[in-house]
Nanobody, 118 residues
């Protein structure tokens, strides 16, 4: 049973920082692709950043230069370091694991709320 557990969300002032964690069990993150998504009420879930099994990263333009994804293989955990946060970053953040083997199953965490407000 694959399980993803996010943590690290909270309330932060504009310009502040947060680090989200996504801890996995039941599957190794290092050999698969991971991504962070976010969603606000009434909107579709939005891709934010991804890291491939080879360690390549890609970022949405809206977060490029402010967010950094990283992976700790020993802890089987992926992190999202978020700096220079803006009110527009307010959302529920989800991590997603994609198995690179057919049938390419995907797994989602339960989400963690990030609120950027003064």
């Amino acid at each position: 049973q694959v399980q993803l557990v996010e943590s690290g969300g909270g309330l932060v002032q504009p310009g502040g920082s947060l680090r989200l964690s996504c801890a996995a069990s039941g599957m190794l993150l290092s050999g698969n692709s991971m991504g962070w998504y976010r969603q606000t009420p009434g909107k579709q879930r939005e891709w934010v950043v991804g890291i491939t099994s080879a360690g390549s990263t890609n970022y949405a333009d809206s977060v490029k230069g402010r967010f950094t994804i990283s992976r700790d293989n020993a802890k089987n955990t992926v992190y999202l370091q978020m700096n220079s946060l803006k009110p527009a970053d307010t959302a529920v953040y989800y991590c997603k694991l994609t198995d690179i083997r057919p049938p390419y199953n995907t797994y989602w965490g339960q989400g963690t709320q990030v609120t950027v407000s003064s």
